[in-house]
């Protein structure tokens, strides 16, 4: 990826096209193409801002950063909730053309914002202009320039080791212990993540209220309101936490959580059977209470930081088509839930979530295992936390210079398997 973004620039010229035909689309076909297009976009977008995001974050900060990206598709969710129910009331196509048109609003916001964000220093090292990457850590620190020379110093080191190395194929992603590690982690959990079932309460959550007693246009208020709740569960946790208590704890936290709510939901649904006369309205709130909660629950676990954790683990070399795997296999695993989800609730009804408790269950075994914790590790400490050799070693002196000679062979055999 470009340094200013020029991935984020084609994702984004991509996305008002799609989204221009979805809303004048004058047939079906015109529909679905502009669908098929916007969705690449949205495929570009969600890797190249977290990856962006990622490389200019400070690492004492770099969870609140990147941690933005959920708080935005949060609020994304929102307003789509909201424009979703207030288009119930318009008598006219106007009802579905006015949601897909807004959908350019963001889209063209970003496109212009992204003209005055600053190059990453990471690519500006990698084309060779050391000063204007110097320069732009300096900016990033506040101009304190002890810890920016620090981090600069240590990028400057292992980033010129590996630009000779730069990887474009799929096979390097498995080509060591610790690069199997790595893309295990970051494709484990962006999975994981779609194996919460937030998405499913997403996309159907009406369907799911209206198995719990809630009927008509109540369904589409209450799932309007359910969308606010995790964005503002998810921007105190990656403002006053995620950046404290590190990746891993909350990833757990959030697993068995889920086992929970879900293990409750299922019990509710099995003793109030959908269209029950007998049904009990109280357990009917309480696993409503169930959903609302696992939304919470996901907004200070999986939601901030599947992103976080898929876009910092990768060395430079392989940093980009690392995290384009790891989204990869977050939409696939989107689409096969969004696919699955409708069928089972219908044909199973409250057995189809006992699907993810079992699923969140084997992933709270996973994370506990085999997931390390990268809690304040700049992008160039996580050769040691994933057991690589450091790449270089580096002194004051070759700020804006050369790395130091003193790496020894091993460190060097080290980058040429990377």
Not at 55 to 72: D, K
Request: glycine share 10%; proline share 4%.
């Amino acid at each position: 990826m470009e340094g200013n973004g020029l991935s984020s620039k084609i994702g984004c010229t991509f996305a008002l096209w799609g989204c221009a035909m979805q809303s004048g689309a004058s047939n079906v076909a015109t529909l679905l193409v502009g669908r098929i297009i916007a969705g690449f976009a949205i495929g570009v977008l969600s890797m190249t801002v977290p990856l962006y995001n990622t490389e200019i974050a400070p690492p004492a900060i770099r969870g609140f950063l990147v941690g933005l990206n959920q708080q935005m598709i949060g609020i994304g969710f929102i307003v789509a909730n909201w424009v979703g129910y207030g288009s119930q009331f318009i008598k006219s196509d106007a009802s579905w053309r006015l949601p897909l048109g807004l959908q350019m609003l963001p889209a063209g916001l970003l496109l212009v914002g992204i003209q005055f964000l600053p190059y990453s220093p990471r690519w500006l090292l990698e084309v060779g202009r050391d000063e204007e990457a110097h320069e732009v850590v300096l900016k990033l620190h506040g101009n304190n320039k002890v810890s920016a020379d620090k981090e600069y110093a240590e990028m400057y080191g292992s980033i010129k080791a590996e630009v000779s190395v730069r990887s474009r194929r799929l096979s390097d992603l498995w080509a060591t212990r610790a690069m199997q590690r790595r893309t295990l982690v970051a494709v484990g959990v962006q999975v994981f993540c779609q194996f919460t079932g937030i998405n499913v309460i997403n996309y159907y959550g009406p369907q799911m209220y209206t198995s719990l007693g809630v009927t008509g246009g109540k369904s589409l208020l209450v799932q309007g309101i359910y969308g606010a709740i995790g964005p503002i569960a998810n921007l105190f946790f990656i403002i006053f936490a995620l950046d404290r208590v590190g990746r891993k704890k909350p990833l757990m936290f959030g697993a068995a959580s889920f086992v929970a709510t879900f293990s409750i939901l299922a019990a509710i649904l099995a003793h109030n059977p959908v269209g029950s006369p007998n049904a009990n309205s109280a357990a009917q709130r309480a696993g409503i209470a169930m959903i609302f909660l696992t939304s919470i629950f996901f907004s200070v676990s999986f939601g901030p930081v599947s992103w976080v954790l898929a876009s910092e683990v990768f060395p430079t070399n392989t940093r980009a088509i690392g995290t384009s795997v790891a989204t990869c296999f977050n939409w696939a695993f989107n689409t096969l839930l969004a696919q699955v989800a409708p069928l089972g609730l219908a044909n199973v009804g409250w057995k189809f979530y006992m699907l993810f408790v079992c699923l969140n269950f084997v992933d709270l075994i996973a994370i506990t295992l085999f997931f390390p914790e990268t809690k304040g590790k700049t992008l160039e400490e996580m050769n040691e936390v994933f057991g690589d050799a450091k790449a270089t070693s580096f002194t004051g002196d070759n700020i804006g210079g050369k790395p130091s000679k003193d790496s020894n062979s091993d460190e060097e055999k080290s980058i040429e398997h990377t």
